[in-house]
């Protein structure tokens, strides 16, 4: 499995239920980038951050094919599973270095395109047309496509390419589930939990709250994240101390706990794969005002268990805010609702594993 994701070690809990099922079902290796913490496991070989920290990402992924090509010769697996089109591509790479006849899987999360378009500096949309030609080998050499959600399907279905599977990434929603879903704060609040990123929106989101509070005196934002777009919170925060306020960073229980004292999720992504948070609020009761984009319709029905509207409309977003925290009637509908759509997303670990055992089989049979 290789991918760019930070792990640190020894696992969290959240996560060592995962890789424990993978490991009854099959001899996993794990290459991927270090987070933090002094332990070991013999399934990863984590790569550790390069400094100053603009050269991380760079050198990631300009040795990636070297190290896939090592992992390939001293590990001998039967598949990688690249989580990204470009990383699928950089592992076809390191395969024609290895001189092995390894399968290789794109794992694919949400749009390619995405990346160098709304992560982290503006300057990474220099790179977006190799990172848009990168993608789409990686797809085509690919010997498999795993997809997470009819939305990703679509995207690889546009580049000429079926996918060979499509299920859901396993999300550890324990802690979400623990109790039974509180019942909305008196006074209303918004949440919303992610990477203060472009992708996220959080530039409109930040525009809309600033129409919308004054038309909702007694109401909160909270936004929980932090990303490269944290002076746009500064600002917001000074200039409606009264009605916003920022939190960098939960550990999960305290995700669930927000979550609790929030009348609404609330979404504006311009890029979604699928959208982990809103199944994590559907599993609180709350509903979800939310950019229709992405995996998100696949997740939230409009006027159902959300409120979807249009990417980048600040004005939209904003009156579909008011809507929910001035109605608590339709607030506690919205969750309710979310509440029954959650049921298709409660995997347990074992089941994502035999889906990955039935993947890699499908493609090295």
């Known amino acids: 499995m290789v991918s760019r994701s930070r792990y640190a070690l020894p696992l969290s809990p959240s996560l060592e239920p995962k890789f424990d099922a993978l490991a009854a079902e099959l001899d996993v290796r794990v290459l991927a980038?270090?987070?933090s913490g002094?332990?070991?496991?013999?399934?990863?070989?984590?790569?550790?951050?390069?400094?100053?920290?603009?050269?991380?990402?760079?050198?990631?992924?300009?040795?990636?094919?070297?190290?896939?090509?090592?992992?390939?010769?001293a590990f001998r697996p039967d598949a990688v599973l690249a989580q990204g089109a470009q990383e699928a591509a950089l592992c076809v790479l390191g395969r024609r270095l290895a001189r092995v006849r390894t399968r290789v899987i794109a794992d694919i999360h949400g749009d390619p395109a995405a990346p160098a378009r709304l992560y982290g500096s503006p300057r990474r949309r220099l790179l977006a047309p190799v990172a848009d030609a990168l993608a789409r080998h990686g797809l085509r050499r690919s010997d498999g496509v795993r997809t997470i959600s009819a939305y990703t399907s679509g995207?690889?279905?546009?580049?000429?390419?079926?996918?060979?599977?499509e299920f859901a990434?396993?999300?550890?929603?324990?802690?979400?589930?623990?109790?039974?879903?509180?019942?909305?704060?008196?006074?209303?609040?918004?949440?919303?939990?992610?990477?203060?990123?472009?992708?996220?929106?959080?530039?409109?989101?930040?525009?809309?709250?600033?129409?919308?509070?004054?038309?909702?005196?007694d109401a909160t934002l909270h936004v929980v994240g932090r990303g490269e777009l944290r002076?746009?919170?500064?600002?917001?925060?000074?200039?409606?101390?009264?009605?916003?306020?920022?939190?960098?960073?939960?550990?999960?229980?305290?995700v669930a706990r927000a979550l609790d004292e929030a009348t609404v999720l609330v979404l504006p992504s311009r890029s979604e794969g699928l959208g982990r948070?809103?199944?994590?609020?559907?599993?609180?009761?709350?509903?979800?005002?939310?950019?229709?984009?992405?995996?998100?319709?696949?997740?939230?029905?409009?006027?159902?268990?959300?409120?979807?509207?249009?990417p980048d409309d600040a004005h939209a977003l904003a009156d579909a805010l008011v809507r929910v925290l001035t109605d608590r009637g339709l607030a506690e509908r919205l969750g309710a609702e979310g509440r029954r759509a959650v049921e298709p997303w409660l995997a347990t670990p074992e089941e994502y594993a035999r889906q990955i055992r039935d993947l890699v089989e499908k493609v090295v049979t």
């Open 231 to 254: 002076e746009i919170l500064q600002a917001l925060v000074r200039d409606l101390p009264a009605q916003a306020r920022w939190t960098e960073s939960l550990p999960t229980p305290e």
């Open 33 to 35: 980038s270090a987070s």
């Open 155 to 165: 995207v690889v279905r546009g580049v000429g390419v079926e996918p060979t599977a």
């Open 38 to 73: 002094s332990g070991s496991d013999r399934r990863f070989a984590l790569v550790r951050p390069v400094r100053p920290r603009a050269l991380d990402g760079p050198a990631f992924y300009a040795l990636l094919p070297f190290r896939v090509a090592r992992e390939l010769r």
């Open 277 to 310: 948070v809103v199944v994590e609020a559907f599993c609180r009761g709350r509903g979800v005002v939310g950019s229709r984009v992405g995996g998100i319709p696949d997740i939230v029905e409009d006027g159902v268990s959300g409120l979807l509207v249009a």
């Open 169 to 217: 990434a396993f999300m550890d929603l324990e802690p979400f589930l623990e109790s039974a879903p509180a019942q909305p704060p008196e006074r209303p609040v918004a949440l919303f939990v992610g990477v203060l990123e472009r992708y996220k929106a959080v530039d409109v989101l930040a525009r809309a709250w600033r129409i919308a509070a004054p038309r909702v005196p």
